[in-house]
């Protein structure tokens, strides 16, 4: 309690001292005035409260995560009567205000504004509310506060950031890369092995056969596979928009930090998310990157996203088994996941898993190399940890 | 403007206080809308002249030279000079406008001056209400509104806001809030009396009432006789050796005219001491009250030869009696009780009234008073003769109990003959108590004699709640007598009273022990009786008069008496020819106005609103407490942390002074450097990171622990800084 409401407590009690030895006006005169003060204060805010008004802009016609953008907020009293103390607090979960103090408090006269230009920089990708949350309001003896919520909140939906990786620290890329780089022009084929019915003969190796006397056929590592494929799951964290906000927004930054790292590589890519059915996109620089990120932009995570039917459905088509490795990104490294990273890595696939929030555990580790799960804050730096 | 209404907002109440105060002192007439009215125009005159560019001085200038010259012209000097005179008060509020004005118009430039006034005014409030000076409602509202707005500007001053923050257009936005309140609470009624607090009164007696029944219900009051001894009415007559008070309210009596003196409500009476206790023999069950009353009533008739001038020596009364904090079936009956009325039935046994079963909350009683320390009264005694039928039937018939077959004259001898047999006992005398009271009543022969004497004797002996216990060789009533009247001579009521009934049986008068209520009344219609009004005393019966009550403790007697017809017309004869009124009658039984209220409460009038203000201000803290606790647990961890960050900061800031103007976050904690503990760095830092960084922040114990080091650190600097400057101003 502040220190004004305790004097004016203080008062009242004397003033109730007052009335009970000394009659007249002024005793009662003093002691009405007392009641009535925290009356009339506490009308005074529901005027306020009424006749207040928050206009906020945004310059920026598309918000990009942890990218500053121009914010205009203005506080106007479009009421008769002065506003005493008018304090504004921001969101601040996903969003930071900058070049403003928060607790500042504002008197507006009559029929007046105030306008301040400052810088907001959204945290997070997703559909949030930014800018002013609440409002505090405070009479003119500053005895009683209120605070309510922004009638008119700014709500925004921010894109996510494009992380340019310059390495991949956590991945072995030459797995990952065409065929021709690895190959040494001069001896394309490292490997031979003896001959089997059943191969073809364009495949015979003549001078391995020469130089062993017995039939020798070429063997190509990785020949029928290429690229990459780097799996988004769908499923959203929980229903709790500080948890699902941050998880979700790291999630799609990976993907993208990972499919623009490869394009920029010219690996081809290939990404497979799932929304109403599965959907494997392509990946290239240019244009079709450009649609890439606004779809990654747009992608609706959902809590009962099915990702074993998307595991199942992958493993019908069959594509991702023509990838030279393939990257899990999720925020949960469970049963399905490592389910489906099992099967890759039986067909010879290796299996790097981002996984976003959670803490390490010994299921982490898939034995031998089976998996590398990468384990990846909501808020770390991707050119840090990837 | 702004500029315009601020000096107005001070200059108008100051001109009415001032004008007021100068013109009241002065002898003038100083209130009404008209003293009102022509200060403000004044004030507002003056307002308007000073700020008004070169123009509008010119225009007020020219308008006043302009009245001035045409009064000048108009009148002659005569004529000019009286309407000067009759005038003289409208000129006397021009000036103390005009000063007013100027003294604000100085006053403003500084804010210690506005300070200083708004200070002087409350002083000149308190001062006011201290010395029981009344003033106007205008008056006193615009000595009230000095202070507010005064208040409002200190409140300003020291608020750090941006905007349009100046001081006197802040004040001009909020003075039609502060004259809002005034104008609401000075609609109000405002008694010329204290604020008597009836409502919380009739609340806390009923809760204290409520409170003090549960108690008695499972821990009944033992009375005087019982193991825990403490003061208070019993059914049993046990002599112990200390008793101990024990104040709860007992019964509540209200009668229907004023009474003045020591009023006894007999509860039980006793007839068997065995030299310690006293028991209840007799079971009778004949309306002994009734009986009395008649026969004092045909003692009066004959005394007064068919009942001319009774009043002189009884006057009815009734009395309603209300059970409080009681927990007994015994009625308590004043002396000379003709009826009781009471909605449940009840019975008479040996003389005393009790409910049958479940009790009344109230009865009502229907009594006389008697007029007992009377000269007449005493004649009336000693002039006693037997009663004949004939008057006892008149009795009756004055009584209303013509009808009731338990008051007949048939059955008033059964009366007599039983009480003789119950009351008369004998009492043996050991040899130096017969001297003593040889030597006591010096011959006296006369029985009413022998008894006044008996009490006087008794009265002289010393009061103690503490006499100790009885001997235990004391087993009879003449042991008793030596040990306490030859011996002892200190007690409380029941050892006087046990004494005096002992010795008027010992002269053959019969006597009895009776334990109520004795209250004395200071001309009063409505009394409490509590516990420690308990009370014993000592009831002889005369032959032809009826059971007479005496005082033997020491320091309780109180008889009633009243101016006999005549005594009142010889002295209202005396006033009347003094003040020139002969000839107008005077009524012996004024009844003036109930002064009950008022003056009782004096020590409770501070407590009661103080405790009422505090017991407010705490359930007001508590909820604020409750409430705000609640909001911070449904908070996130990330909202929890900020909240503690700025509790933290604002701990701080009161320690080393609030953070400067444009002064960032890291700036301030730089600033403080050392002189603060690392926690309360790590919480500014905490601040900063949550407040311009990424960082996620999952747990809000952490900021609660350095909170807490924060606020302890706090406390203490301002301690020390409070003792740092005591020991420098001293």
């Known amino acids: 309690m502040n220190r004004n409401l305790i004097n004016l407590i203080i008062l009242w009690i004397l003033s109730l001292v007052g009335i009970s030895f000394y009659g007249g006006v002024l005793s009662y005169g003093i002691f009405f005035v007392l009641t009535m003060i925290p009356l009339i204060s506490l009308l005074y805010i529901l005027i306020v409260y009424f006749r207040f008004r928050i206009y906020q802009r945004l310059d920026a016609a598309n918000l990009v995560c942890g990218h500053e953008s121009e914010f205009y907020f203005t506080l106007q009293n479009e009421g008769p009567v002065g506003f005493f103390g008018v304090k504004v607090r921001f969101y601040s979960s996903f969003s930071t205000i900058n070049g403003i103090d928060d607790g500042v408090e504002y008197e507006l006269a009559p029929n007046t504004g105030i306008q301040k230009m400052t810088g907001l920089l959204c945290r997070y990708r997703g559909e949030y509310e930014v800018g002013i949350e609440r409002v505090v309001i405070s ?187 393939v990257f899990m990104v999720s925020h949960t490294w469970d049963d399905a996941n490592k389910g489906f990273a099992g099967a890759l890595w039986e067909s010879g696939i290796p299996v790097i898993a981002y996984i976003v929030g959670g803490v390490p555990n010994e299921s982490d580790d898939g034995g031998a190399s089976h998996w590398t799960v990468v384990r990846i804050g909501t808020d770390d730096d991707l050119t840090e940890v990837l | 403007m702004t500029g315009l209404a601020y000096e107005l907002i001070y200059t108008i109440p100051t001109a009415l206080t001032a004008g007021y105060m100068i013109l009241n002192a002065a002898g003038y007439e100083s209130s009404g809308f008209g003293f009102y009215g022509i200060t403000v125009f004044f004030s507002l005159l003056c307002a308007f002249f000073f700020n008004f560019g070169k123009r509008g001085k010119a225009v007020m200038a020219g308008t006043a030279v302009s009245l001035a010259a045409g009064f000048m012209f108009l009148y002659d000097k005569e004529e000019r000079l009286s309407i000067l005179r009759d005038h003289i008060m409208i000129l006397w509020v021009l000036l103390i406008c005009i000063l007013s004005y100027l003294m604000i118009k100085i006053i403003k430039r500084f804010h210690r001056l506005i300070q200083a006034l708004g200070l002087c005014y409350a002083a000149f409030l308190v001062i006011m209400l201290i010395t029981g000076n009344s003033l106007p409602k205008a008056v006193a509202a615009a000595a009230i509104f000095i202070t507010a707005v005064s208040a409002a500007e200190e409140v300003q001053r020291r608020w750090k806001k941006e905007g349009y923050t100046e001081s006197a257009r802040h004040l001009v936005n909020a003075a039609p809030f502060i004259l809002a309140v005034l104008i609401a609470a000075f609609s109000f009624d405002m008694p010329s009396k204290p604020y008597d607090w009836h409502i919380v009164r009739s609340i806390a007696e009923g809760v204290m009432r409520g409170y003090e029944n549960i108690c008695r219900a499972f821990m009944p009051p033992t009375g005087w006789d019982g193991e825990d001894t403490v003061i208070g009415f019993s059914e049993r007559g046990a002599l112990t050796g200390q008793v101990r008070e024990d104040t709860y309210m007992a019964i509540e009596v209200s009668s229907d005219r004023r009474i003045d003196e020591r009023l006894y409500f007999s509860g039980k009476t006793f007839d068997t001491f065995d030299g310690r206790n006293w028991e209840k023999v007799d079971a009778w069950d004949m309306d002994y009250q009734a009986l009395d009353t008649v026969e004092i009533l045909s003692a009066v008739l004959k005394e007064t030869e068919e009942g001319e001038g009774i009043a002189d020596y009884l006057k009815k009364a009734q009395a309603f009696v209300t059970y409080e904090g009681l927990n007994t079936h015994c009625m308590f009956i004043p002396q000379k009780t003709y009826k009781i009325m009471s909605e449940r039935e009840t019975y008479c046994t040996g003389g005393d009234r009790t409910y049958a079963g479940r009790r009344d909350k109230q009865y009502s009683v229907y009594f006389y008073q008697t007029n007992r320390s009377h000269p007449l009264f005493a004649k009336m005694v000693s002039d006693r003769t037997d009663i004949d039928r004939g008057t006892w039937n008149k009795a009756l018939g ?174 209202a004869e005396v006033a009347l020819s003094a003040n020139g009124m002969e000839g107008v009658s005077v009524s012996s039984d004024n009844e003036a106005e109930d002064k009950t209220g008022g003056g009782e409460l004096g020590w409770q009038m501070v407590l009661i609103p103080t405790l009422s203000g505090l017991v407010f201000a705490g359930l007001f803290l508590a909820g604020d407490a409750i409430y705000r606790k609640r909001r911070y647990n449904k908070m996130s961890e990330r909202g929890k942390i900020i909240s503690v960050c700025r509790k933290g900061l604002v701990r701080l800031e009161r320690a080393h002074g609030k953070r400067e103007q444009g002064e960032t976050l890291l700036e301030y904690r730089r600033r403080l450097g050392e002189d603060v503990p690392p926690e309360s760095v790590r919480l500014i830092e905490i601040y900063e990171d949550i407040s311009y960084s990424n960082k996620s922040f999952d747990d809000a114990s952490e900021a609660e622990r350095l909170l807490k080091i924060t606020e302890r650190y706090s406390r203490r600097k301002r301690f020390e800084g409070f003792i740092n400057h005591f020991q420098r101003k001293t």
Not at chain 1, 153 to 176: F, G, H, Q, W
Not at chain 1, 294 to 306: I, L, P, Q, T, V
Not at chain 2, 519 to 542: L, P, Q, T
């Open chain 2, 398 to 571: 004055k009584a209303g109990l013509l009808k009731d077959p338990n008051c007949t004259y048939d059955k008033y001898l059964q009366y007599l003959e039983h009480i003789e047999d119950v009351y008369a006992g004998d009492v043996t005398l050991s040899d130096e108590m017969r001297d003593h009271l040889a030597e006591l009543f010096a011959g006296e022969d006369d029985d009413m004699r022998k008894l006044e004497l008996i009490e006087k004797e008794l009265s002289g002996m010393h009061y103690t709640d503490n006499p100790g216990a009885i001997p235990e060789d004391v087993d009879s009533a003449g042991e008793f007598l030596d040990y306490f009247v030859l011996e002892k001579r200190e007690g409380f009521c029941t050892y006087f009273a046990t004494a005096f009934v002992l010795l008027a049986r010992s002269q053959g008068i019969p006597a009895r022990y009776v334990q109520g209520y004795s209250k004395s009344v200071r001309d009063r219609k409505a009394f409490r009786v509590m516990s420690n009004d308990a009370h014993a005393w000592g009831e002889a019966y005369i032959e032809g008069v009826g059971w007479i009550p005496f005082e033997p403790t020491p320091g309780y007697k109180k008889d009633a008496l009243w101016e006999t017809a005549d005594e009142t017309s010889v002295s």
């Open chain 1, 139 to 325: 009479d003119h003896f500053r005895l009683f506060t209120i605070s309510y919520r922004n009638r008119e909140p700014l709500r925004v939906n921010v894109k996510p950031d494009l992380v340019t990786l310059n390495e991949l620290k956590s991945a072995d890329i030459t797995l990952s890369a065409p065929r021709e780089q690895m190959t040494n022009p001069i001896q394309p084929d490292i490997l031979v092995r003896e001959y089997v019915n059943g191969d073809d003969m364009r495949r015979i190796n003549w001078k391995a056969t020469a130089s062993t006397g017995k039939l020798m056929v070429r063997e190509y590592i990785g020949e029928e596979r290429h690229g990459v494929g780097i799996i988004l799951d769908p499923r959203r964290v929980n229903g709790n928009m500080h948890e699902y906000i941050p998880t979700e927004s790291k999630v799609l930054e990976t993907v993208l930090a990972l499919a623009m790292f490869f394009c920029d590589r010219k690996t081809p890519v290939s990404v497979y998310s799932m929304s109403s059915a599965l959907s494997e996109d392509d990946v290239a620089m240019g244009q079709k990157f450009e649609e890439f990120y606004e779809k990654m932009s747009g992608f609706m995570f959902r809590e009962n996203a099915d990702t074993d039917l998307m595991h199942s459905m992958m493993l019908q088509s069959g594509t991702v088994f023509c990838k030279k490795t």
